[in-house]
Each structure stands twice: as C-alpha cells, then as structure tokens.
C-alpha cells in the first residue's frame, strides 16, 4: 500500500470516485465508436479530460454535499432503546 496518512483519506476517496466515475461516464458516451475500432481512443481522451475536470469538483464540493446530507438525515437512535421500555 502506499504510505498515505489516514488523514488524506478524503483526498484518495475523491481521486478514486471522480476516476471511477468518469471512466464509466465517458465509456458510456464513447460507445458509438466501439463498432469502428476507435473506442479505445475516444474514451481515454474523454475519461482525461473528464476526470481533470471532475477531481477539483468533487473535492471542493465534497464538504457541502457531506453537509447537505447530515443536514437532510437524522440520528438513528441507539438499538436498545426501542427494545427497552421507558422508566
């Protein structure tokens, strides 16, 4: 593995998911080149400048959207208080 600092996790998290996310992005919209053998192509060009454009996205947005969704979510309550009953 490489020695990455557990704190640069969020970092890693955005790199892997705008690569992943892109590369299935523009595999998608490349497809109408797969039947005249240039899909390879197409597709590297699109997921690099995809992902180029992507990554500083998906990182500075990542604070606001992990905001939003606690904002839109609730606390689960703890297991055993729906079990027990009040005192």
Same mark, same amino acid.
């Given at each position: 593995?490489?020695?990455?600092? $557990? $704190?640069h996790?969020h970092?890693?998290?955005?790199v892997?998911q705008?690569?992943?996310?892109?590369s299935i992005?523009a595999?998608v919209a490349?497809?109408?080149?797969?039947g005249?053998?240039s899909?390879l192509h197409?597709?590297i060009?699109?997921w690099? @400048?995809a992902?180029?454009?992507m990554?500083?996205?998906?990182?500075f !947005?990542a604070?606001? @959207? $992990? !905001?939003m969704a606690v904002?839109?979510t609730r606390?689960?309550?703890?297991?055993?208080?729906k079990?027990?009953?009040? $005192?």
């Open positions: 593995m490489l020695p990455i600092p $557990r $704190r996790a970092f890693v998290f955005g892997i705008s690569g992943l996310t892109s992005a595999a490349s497809g109408s080149f797969f005249d053998g899909f197409h597709w060009t699109s690099l @400048i992902w180029a454009t990554l500083p996205l998906v990182l !947005a604070p606001l @959207i $992990r !905001a904002a839109l606390e689960d309550p703890p297991l055993f208080a079990v027990l009953p009040d $005192r």
